[in-house]
């Protein structure tokens, strides 16, 4: 078992910055995937970026390239999400999801655990 629990969620202005943190416990290996999902009021979830649990590998969706850094703490179990150049289309609720594989990719099914979701609004 994976439990999960995100932070740093918040209101900022378009063009602002937002550091996410989401703390693993539980089992978790280098062969885990660790991603991060959004969700939109009316919209459905949507993959936002990836990373395995070693810190390598990282990826993300087109939308983001560029503005937010996925990353692994060194000596933490947590995963971070650097969100700088925020727009107001960003606006959703931010999940952090883990996988026991390595190759779950950007399909949230294969994801098994999730967090509670830490909401994130941008106002133009």
């Known amino acids: 078992q994976v439990q999960l629990v995100e932070s740093g969620g918040g209101l900022v202005q378009t063009g602002g910055s937002l550091r996410l943190s989401c703390a693993a416990s539980g089992r978790t290996s280098n062969s885990y995937t660790m991603a991060w999902f959004r969700q939109a009021p009316g919209k459905e979830r949507e993959f936002v970026s990836r990373i395995l649990w070693s810190g390598s590998s990282p990826r993300y969706a087109d939308f983001v390239k560029g503005r937010f850094t996925i990353s692994r703490g060194n000596a933490e179990n947590t995963v971070y999400l650097q969100m700088n150049n925020l727009e107001p289309e960003d606006t959703a609720i931010y999940y952090c999801?883990?996988?026991?594989?390595?190759?779950?990719?950007?399909?949230?099914?294969?994801?098994?655990?999730w967090g509670q979701g830490t909401q994130v609004t941008v106002s133009s």
């Open positions: 999801a883990a996988s026991g594989s390595p190759i779950a990719f950007e399909i949230s099914n294969n994801y098994n655990y």
